[in-house]
């Protein structure tokens, strides 16, 4: 494997855990009204489950306010008990016409466990970047063993190394912004 698909492939994946945290950042609420908190919300729809976002229209019309508007009136019951029985912890209105999720202030303790668990997805995308770098490393002293000049496998490795920092950077960069975003009353 050429030294340079190595490195390529390293960088994808620490591409993904970068985006798949940006992702799961984007699910934790943090006192502000997000669309995003109710992605992971699936509804009973003819026979199958599906997201709420295919059979709704989700939108934010201020800053402590979710407005969830069905498409077909005969769902306003099974979204409403959809995001009752869902991990959002947020008690959906329903008022004939759509549902409203009216976004509670965060309380101080509430505040701390959303810090905590943003800072364990934090850990947890730094450790699937380690392994990519520790992966594309091990590629690299193969490729040293079948041949590869020696100090070629030494640059691949120090350029895997500042990947990972640039990328580790970015985590702790995303992860202080979140908590900054938590902690703001």
Known sequence: ???????????????????????????????????????????????SNVPLSNVATITTPDAKTILVQPWE????????KAIMDSDVGITPENNGEVIRLGIPPLTEERRRQL?????????ETKISIRNARRE????????????LPEDVGKDAE?????????????VDDMFAAKEKEILTV
């Open 158 to 170: 120090a350029d895997l190394q500042k990947l990972h920092d640039k990328y580790i950077k970015r």
């Open 115 to 123: 810090v905590k668990q943003t800072k364990q997805e934090a850990e």
């Open 1 to 47: 494997m050429e030294v340079s698909d190595i490195k390529k492939d390293a960088e994808e994946k620490m591409q993904m855990a970068i985006e798949f945290l940006e992702e799961t950042l984007s699910r934790i609420r943090a006192g502000r009204a997000n669309p995003h908190i109710l992605d992971g919300v699936r509804v009973e729809y003819y026979g």
């Open 73 to 80: 009136k005969s769902m306003l019951r099974t979204v409403e």
């Open 136 to 147: 594309a490393i091990d590629e690299v002293k193969k490729a040293v063993k079948e041949g």
